[in-house]
């Protein structure tokens, strides 16, 4: 039982060899393969973690995969975002979710809010408008 770190592909693969056969029979914890066992699943953890992290998903795209889970429709959003308008604009990436759509999403759904703080993969890009007198004032 050779335990050692998991730099690359090839360590991988021997790593997931190596405890392959235990999937089948798990080794009582506690023992010296049961160690060797909780070992090795920790290096491929942490190397699977770091070789093929996993993105969070577009706040838009949490918030349908949430409402499919729940058998939900646009309407039943209404409560956390706002009139059926506002929940369509939000759904179609026109409008932003703000910091009380987020909290009541979160609360409500249980929406990492990770993923619904994260910047939309779609829609253009926050433009800063200025006001005419503002322009005149910058020139």
Do not use: C, W
């Not at 999937?23 to 090795?40: L, R, T």
């Not at 939900?72 to 929940?87: E, S």
């Not at 979710?97 to 939309?120: C, F, Q, V, Y």
């Amino acid at each position: 039982m050779d335990i050692k770190p998991i730099h690359n592909e090839v360590d991988y693969k021997a790593a997931l060899r190596a405890v392959s056969p235990y999937f089948d029979n798990e080794p009582k914890p506690g023992s010296a393969e049961g160690d060797f066992f909780e070992v090795m699943l920790a290096l491929i953890s942490a190397y699977e973690a770091k070789a093929f992290p996993i993105d969070l998903p577009d706040p838009i795209e949490a918030i349908n995969f949430r409402m499919e889970q729940l058998g939900m429709a646009p309407k039943d959003l209404q409560p956390m975002i706002g009139k059926t308008n506002r929940v369509y604009e939000v759904l179609n990436g026109t409008r932003s979710l703000t910091l009380g759509m987020i909290r009541r999403l979160n609360n409500d759904l249980g929406i990492p809010a990770e993923s619904l703080i994260k910047a939309p993969r779609t829609g253009a890009a926050i433009k800063i408008r200025r006001s005419p007198k503002k322009l005149r004032a910058a020139a």
